[in-house]
Nanobody, 122 residues
Framework: QVQLVESGGGLVQPGGSLRLSCAAS????????IGWFRQAPGKEREGVSC????????HYADSVKGRFTISKDHAKNTVYLQMNRLESEDTAVYYC???????????????WGQGTQVTVSS
């Protein structure tokens, strides 16, 4: 059974950090790109970052470039999203997803996790 499980969300003050995890089971990340998306209330789901399956190339949305870092632990079959210098605009539910290649289009992704809430507030 294919499954993606996110964890690591929570409440953090502006300027703080969080690390999200996306643990995959039922398939290996060696053959899938993993994307992180987020969705704030009343807004569309937007791509945040993606890491390719083959050479671990990384991609970032302009809004998070320089603050977020995506990485992969092949042995643990897990992808991480390190989020630094968090801003109130980063508040959203964060989802990880799997696709044959990186894309900013949610429809390109085959599998989704249940999401984890990130709230940035003082």
């Amino acid at each position: 059974q294919v499954q993606l499980v996110e964890s690591g969300g929570g409440l953090v003050q502006p300027g703080g950090s969080l690390r999200l995890s996306c643990a995959a089971s039922g398939f290996t990340l060696d053959y899938y790109a993993i994307g992180w998306f987020r969705q704030a209330p009343g807004k569309e789901r937007e791509g945040v970052s993606c890491i390719t399956y083959s050479d671990d190339n990384t991609h970032y949305a302009d809004s998070v470039k320089g603050r977020f870092t995506i990485s992969k632990d092949h042995a643990k079959n897990t992808v991480y999203l390190q989020m630094n210098r968090l801003e109130s605009e980063d508040t959203a539910v964060y989802y990880c997803s799997a696709a044959p290649f990186c894309s900013w289009q949610p429809l390109e992704y085959d599998y989704w996790g249940q999401g984890t809430q990130v709230t940035v507030s003082s």
